[in-house]
């Protein structure tokens, strides 16, 4: 069973970056994606990656400003956040997608990890 496991959040201040990563102990032969769920709202898409690297997605509002990368020798998933604002304080999840596509439905993710918290401070 895969077992995803998020890293890197923090407190940072607006227009700061951070670099979050997902690990897992064996390879992943899947997209991954992103996730996050401010509060008291629901865990919405942040971006995916295909397996190979080659195809990533993002949503809109992080869009020039967020970037996802993968090292398939360390098993590990990275979102790399910059130009931080406020409203992307959330927690960040990572989960494995069930199906051989990028895709933005949570209901095709599994193996999500417990999530790290990532605060940006005005």
């Known amino acids: 069973q895969v077992q995803l496991v998020e890293s890197g959040g923090g407190l940072v201040q607006a227009g700061g970056s951070l670099r979050l990563s997902c690990t897992s102990e064996?390879?992943?032969?899947?997209?991954v994606g992103w996730f996050r769920r401010a509060p008291g709202k629901e865990r919405v898409f942040v971006g995916a990656i295909s397996w190979s690297g080659t195809i990533t997605s993002y949503t809109d509002s992080v869009k020039g400003r967020f970037t996802i990368s993968r090292d398939n020798t360390k098993n590990t998933v990275y979102l790399q956040m910059n130009s931080l604002k406020p409203e992307d304080t959330a927690v960040y999840y990572c989960?494995?997608?069930?199906?051989?596509?990028?895709?933005?439905?949570?209901?095709?993710?599994?193996?999500w990890g417990r999530g790290t918290q990532v605060t940006v401070s005005s």
């Open positions: 064996g390879r992943i032969y899947n997209p």
């Open positions: 989960a494995a997608s069930t199906i051989n596509s990028v895709t933005a439905a949570k209901n095709f993710y599994d193996y």
